[in-house]
């Protein structure tokens, strides 16, 4: 019997990487991420170890022809079972301080890429009424924080438009999953491409492993889950925060803020871990 396909972008490093690991025994892998030399290392990888057929895909997902070639790899794909956007990046500084052109890349990322990709594998799931879509946010989506504007801002959108398309499939008696994954601080690539100190941004206690962010996002996959949020901490920062009122609510997560925004290195143009 053919084995099922899981694609996952932004695959090279962090959480996508983690996927992939936990993937590969059981599924053949369709990597997609900018660096080739470190997907092409995971082939192997899984290749020898796990007997994954592993597919690997160069993009760079804010360019339009990449991504159109993307989207209809994944389209055709008839084995395709699960799709994983993970692809994104972070900016440091006030808004209107970092660099225009690296905000607009992060809403093509994290915004337009998910639109394209998950337009593309939900009408190659749904007639085949089989399959699931990992729309990796952030916890950033229920915890706003100066320096992280617009990054909140497509973590947001990411969290409403898996909750929209719940809400659709659900309606259609579909067995076609979504999920909004929602991890807070990660040991990864992502805070270093920001230059950002994590001794500095959160204690030991709120760092989590990209294995235990994966590990929560399955389970709650299996158990058709739409929100996960990793971290027992976590959860209770984002329930205190949506039962106070707006206005202490603001107050909060100035005051949290503040110690983020000043430990930042001054802007520059941030490096896409993609």
């Not at 320096?147 to 008696?173: I, Q, V």
């Amino acid at each position: 019997m053919a084995r099922t396909v899981v694609a996952i972008t932004g695959a090279s490093s962090g959480i996508g990487a983690a996927f992939a690991k936990r993937l590969a025994p059981e599924h053949d892998l369709l990597l997609i991420a900018r660096r080739r030399e470190r997907l092409d290392e995971l082939a192997r990888e899984f290749s020898h170890r796990e007997g994954s057929q592993v597919e690997v895909i160069q993009a760079d997902l804010t360019v339009e022809a990449d991504l159109a070639a993307v989207a209809e790899r994944i389209a055709n794909e008839e084995r395709l079972v699960l799709l994983i956007n993970n692809a994104g990046f972070g900016t440091k500084g006030r808004f209107w301080e970092a660099p225009l052109e690296s905000q607009e890349n992060m809403h093509r990322l994290h915004i337009l890429a998910t639109v394209r990709l998950t337009h593309a594998a939900l009408r190659n799931m749904t007639p085949r009424d089989r399959g699931g879509i990992i729309n990796v946010a952030s916890v950033s989506a229920f915890v706003r924080s100066p320096g992280t504007t617009s990054y909140g801002a497509t973590k947001t959108w990411m969290t409403a438009f898996t909750e929209g398309l719940y809400l659709e499939l659900r309606g259609l008696g579909s067995n076609v999953v979504v999920q909004a994954l929602c991890p807070g601080f990660t040991y990864s690539e992502f805070h270093d491409a920001m230059g950002a100190d994590r001794s500095r941004l959160a204690g030991p206690a709120f760092w989590l492993s990209a294995e235990e962010v994966v590990d929560a996002s399955l389970d709650g996959l299996r158990r058709r889950k739409l929100f996960v949020i990793p971290g027992w901490r976590y959860r209770l920062i984002t329930a205190f925060l949506s039962a106070i009122p707006t206005a202490l609510r603001l107050h909060v997560e100035a005051i949290a803020g503040r110690a983020r925004l000043e430990q930042m290195p001054a802007p520059d143009v941030s490096k896409q871990l993609q």
